[in-house]
């Protein structure tokens, strides 16, 4: 893959939601992007791993914290999850820090930015959110982002940091230069378009 801009398809905390995921298919030909980030909670396997495949011929999967091993095993045996890797396609490095156990993913996550010569052209896929001001806001105004998260985000200024978990406050979000997307949960139809390069992005729901 040797683009120079990029668009994505973000989607996550599918909780087993088909329906959802086959209307989205039905949009595939209306929306424009390159790659399919799956930011984990899909809570099954079988014919969603399909379904994923027909929206995109690259996906990129960190697990959530309510996906177990059976399906995390099915994602790393496809080479779709990136959880603890750096991944590079085109000119973009994608680092995954996933959900299910996630102080091994960041730590090893961590480690493999530290290793990286060259820091530019990063995108953080995270199940879990940094702190942000609209973006990890859960139930009653409690913000659950994670501190290690907005750390690494102020650190080393990728483009974007991707994530889920937090259902109730799908939305855009910045620190500092990095673009913050959380696309919501696609059980409840939201999802987002995101423009890597000029750090914009666009949340959308199935309606």
Known sequence: MSVKWMKLLQIGDIHCSLKNLKRLLELRDELEYEIAIVHGDLECDGEIVDLLEKLSDKILFVPGNMDDVGLIKIFTEKSYNIDSKLVKLGEYYFLGIGGQNFYSSYTYALKKLEEMKEKRNLVIVSHHPPITQNTDV??????????????????????????????????????????????????????????????KAEIKKIV
């Open 138 to 199: 859960s139930f009653g105004g409690i913000h659950i982002g994670l501190p290690e998260l907005t750390e690494i985000d102020e650190k080393y200024s990728p483009l974007a940091h991707l994530h889920g978990h937090v259902h109730e406050s799908p939305g855009i979000d910045y620190i500092g230069d990095t673009l913050v997307v959380n696309a919501g949960s696609l059980m409840h139809g939201n999802f987002a378009i995101v423009d890597i390069k000029n750090r």
